[in-house]
């Protein structure tokens, strides 16, 4: 079956560094790749996606690019803020071309980052 | 988009007793979605809801435990029953427009 795995949390950083949190998964076919947020107290949100090999999704600053050859999907930003500080999904759909039923989800890293 | 309501936000349930969470979404759509997030997991699917046929439940999740209801195309139930202390956890609703999913504030939910 399809999996998603990605690194544990929680990862602190201080103020302007630069994140890269990694998505490694494991799927049948052509997914399309997610990584969702969810903000203290808020409910889940899409950050970016990707629904083909080597697509690469930005949004906010962050930017993760669709690596058929090592099936990953790492999540970066330059440098963060402090409003940064949150939970990321990377999740995957059986579906390419974006459709976004029946997700299968990471267990979400938890990001601090301290001013 | 959509925007999605769901009801209760939090609840503290007895064992053995049932909850049942309510779903509403600001338009029609098709297929509604709704997961579980157990403490310090991952969000899993434990079932697809279509409208006026029966739910589509994944490996693990049964309709005895986790019946559910889609009475129109704009609102969807999930029932937890009779609870057990691992049955705490998060549920959200979801449904998925133009390749993005959408999700709930999700139901916190406390079996004592």
């Known amino acids: 079956g399809n999996s998603v795995t990605q690194m544990e949390g929680p990862v602190t950083l201080s103020e302007e560094a630069f994140l890269t949190i990694n998505c490694t998964y494991t799927?049948?076919?052509?997914?399309?790749l997610f990584w969702y947020v969810q903000y203290p107290g808020e409910g889940l949100q899409l950050l970016l996606k990707a629904t083909k090999a080597d697509d690469k999704g930005s949004n906010k600053g962050f930017e993760a690019t669709y690596r058929k050859e090592t099936t990953s999907f790492h999540l970066e930003k330059g440098s963060v803020q402090v409003s940064d500080s949150a939970v990321y999904f990377c999740?995957?759909?059986?579906?390419?071309?974006?459709?976004?039923?029946?997700?299968?989800f990471g267990k979400g890293t938890h990001l601090i980052i301290q001013p | 988009s959509a925007v999605i309501s769901q009801k209760p936000s939090r609840d503290i349930c007895q064992r053995g007793t049932s909850l049942t969470i309510q779903c509403q979404v600001d338009?029609?759509?098709?297929?509604m979605f709704w997961y579980r997030q157990q403490p310090g997991q991952s969000l899993t699917l434990i079932a697809t809801?279509?409208?006026?046929?029966?739910?589509?439940?994944e490996s693990g999740f049964v309709i005895d435990k986790f019946p559910i209801s889609r009475p129109n195309l704009t609102f969807s139930t999930l029932t937890v029953s009779n609870m057990s202390p691992e049955d705490s956890s998060i549920y959200l609703c979801s449904v998925a427009r133009v390749a993005e999913a959408f999700f709930g504030q999700g139901t916190r939910l406390t079996v004592v």
């Open positions: 809801a279509n409208q006026g046929s029966e739910a589509t439940y």
């Open positions: 999740a995957l759909s059986p579906y390419s071309g974006g459709g976004a039923d029946g997700l299968t």
């Open positions: 799927a049948t076919g052509y997914p399309s």
């Open positions: 338009s029609q759509v098709t297929m």
